[in-house]
């Protein structure tokens, strides 16, 4: 492991939520903390070893409390140690989003300014049977909370296509609501049966066919405004932690922003773990493409 940039730490194991079509609580069990000072232990070891982002992991990140520590008060434990550059989190369940957390994420300057945040579906009708316990007004104010508070905030989010009883209605909202938010990212799924779930033996599943159509049309739709926010870029200046060589070029160096996009630039190896600057020539789907200033 040595000479890693970013490392995950996982703090959390299983799950307390009960979304219908999800196995993982039946499999993992209840949700277990991990107590911070291990954590902080484990953080120290990676920090050593040369890593700068650490990203803490667990299925409800967010949920996460220990010994009357709330998971904004160890995002700034965290942050104390010394070396350390960046930290992510994933991933976050809407509901556990609190203000305070959202106030830490403003104010302590590691943590970066990305959150990943499935939102499943944009209908009231499909959330309530996925039972994510929340509607889609409950978290547009989420997204927009954070994105009034914490400037130049990126949104990614994970979507179900195809959930059973779906209508075509139901569609249209989760596009209205992609619209709405405008994720950077969105990773997109069709609905697949999980023996055990109480999804698997709902009514009305939906025809492959439809739901296959359905997530061409929402990932075309999605491509379009990751493209258009990625080429929104040009000319600004980012903050990039050089992570390593670039994957499509041996000749440049590749590292993320605060909004963990992908840049590729011009520069000697020896910057692998340092926060540089780049100023952003162009934006394309997956990537941008700078000059190190
Ligand atoms: S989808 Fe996530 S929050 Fe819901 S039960 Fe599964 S692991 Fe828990």
Redesign the pocket.
């Known amino acids: 492991d040595k000479g890693k940039v970013t490392s995950f730490l996982s703090i959390q194991q299983g ?5 219908t ?5 039946t499999v993992r069990g209840k949700e277990i903390n991990r107590p911070a000072d291990d954590i902080l232990l484990e953080a120290n070891y990676l920090i050593q070893k040369g890593v700068k982002e650490i990203t803490l992991i667990g ?2 990140v967010n949920s996460w409390k220990s010994n009357g520590l709330k998971f904004s008060d160890l995002l700034n434990l965290v942050g104390e140690l010394e070396s350390l550059e960046r930290i992510r989190f994933t ?1 976050s ?1 809407p509901r556990d989003f609190t203000k305070k957390l959202i106030k830490t994420m403003k104010t302590n300057p590691k943590v970066c300014s990305h959150i990943h945040l ?1 939102v499943q579906s944009g209908s009231n009708n499909i959330l309530s049977k996925m039972n ?1 316990t929340y509607t889609s007004q409950w978290y547009l104010d989420v997204v927009n909370r954070l994105k009034d508070e914490i400037a130049d905030m990126a949104v990614s989010s994970d979507i179900i296509v195809g959930f059973p009883g779906e209508t075509e209605k139901d569609f249209e909202q989760t596009l209205k609501l992609i619209e709405e938010v405008e994720f950077d990212t969105c990773f997109s799924f069709k609905y697949s049966p999980r023996p055990g779930t109480p999804a698997a033996v709902m009514e009305n599943f939906i025809d492959s066919d439809i739901a296959g159509k359905r997530l061409s049309i929402l990932q075309e739709f999605q491509r379009k405004i990751t493209y258009k926010k990625n080429e929104e870029r040009a000319g600004k200046i980012e903050e990039v932690l050089v992570e390593g060589i670039s994957k499509n070029d041996p000749e440049n160096l590749m590292g993320r922003t605060s909004q963990n996009r992908i840049v590729n630039f011009a520069a000697k190896n020896n910057l692998v773990g340092r926060l540089v600057n780049v100023k952003i020539n162009n934006g394309f789907q997956n990537s941008l493409l700078g000059t190190i200033i």
């Open positions: 799950c307390n939520k009960t979304c079509y999800c196995i993982v609580p299925q409800t991933t369940y499935p994510r």
